[in-house]
């Protein structure tokens, strides 16, 4: 039990289908992470909330498509993907609070996405 | 431009000795963070150990230091007494304070086997 939750764990989508993954976190972060991990790179940030509001988007297409209703709550809505967005998709939250570096993120186990 | 480097993509070492992961990396924030994470094959992300900048003395955690050389701009990992446990990705991060706290990238990783 780490704390962030992701469901699903396994997804497998058509090119044309409209799919979400979700996001919890029990630890009472004001921060959640969407990161990419595809096969033989490194982990790409694509999307950073702070107290629910969007402070980065690292040019990610738009389809996909982030939500976060509140600061324990992370979606990322697919639609119209591509095979090369196959990947494992990693959340994350941390307790941010200004300047200090040293507050680690802590990840949830993942959804393995393949896109067909 | 990759701002974290971990020349090892994989790594072996045998049951109960110690192993040492590179990680090399390049800002020109006086201030930042460095941390080690663990992936094993369940997919989540488990942080491990955190150097700042400003430390003036290397981190441990247990079994984990970090070995820091500023001047160097490495941050090794070193493992000791290895368990078959520890086989994993490990992945290099850093948050660079000029980008705000919310931004960690990561390395592409190595990959150890502990052998018995």
């Known amino acids: 039990e780490t704390g962030v939750t992701q469901t699903p764990r396994h997804l497998v989508m058509g090119m044309t289908n409209k799919k979400s993954l979700k996001c919890e976190q029990h630890?009472?972060?004001?921060?959640m992470y969407w990161y990419k991990q595809s096969a033989k790179k490194p982990l790409e940030l694509m999307f950073v909330?702070?107290?629910?509001?969007?402070?980065e988007n690292n040019s990610v297409p738009s389809r996909f498509s982030p939500e976060c209703p509140n600061s324990s709550h992370l979606f990322l809505h697919l639609h119209t993907l591509q095979p090369e967005d196959s990947a494992l998709y990693l959340c994350a939250s941390s307790q941010e609070v200004l300047r200090r570096m040293n507050t680690e993120a802590f990840f949830g186990q993942g959804t393995r996405l393949t896109v067909v | 431009a990759q701002k974290i480097t971990q020349t090892q993509p994989g790594m072996f070492v045998q049951e109960k000795e110690a192993v040492t992961l590179d990680c090399t990396y390049d800002t020109s924030d006086p201030s930042y963070g460095l941390f080690w994470y663990k992936q094993p094959s369940s997919g989540e992300m488990i942080f491990l150990i955190y150097?700042?900048?400003?430390?003036?003395q290397n981190a441990t955690e247990g079994r984990y230091s970090l070995n820091f050389q500023k001047a160097r701009k490495s941050a090794n990992l070193v493992i000791s007494a290895s368990q078959l446990g520890d086989s994993a990705m490990y992945f290099c991060?850093?948050?660079?304070?000029?980008?705000?706290?919310?931004?960690?990238?990561f390395g592409a990783g190595t990959r150890l086997t502990v052998k018995p």
């Open positions: 150097q700042g900048s400003y430390d003036q």
């Open positions: 909330y702070n107290f629910k509001e969007q402070t």
């Open positions: 991060a850093m948050r660079e304070g000029k980008r705000g706290n919310n931004d960690m990238r």
């Open positions: 630890l009472g972060h004001n921060a």
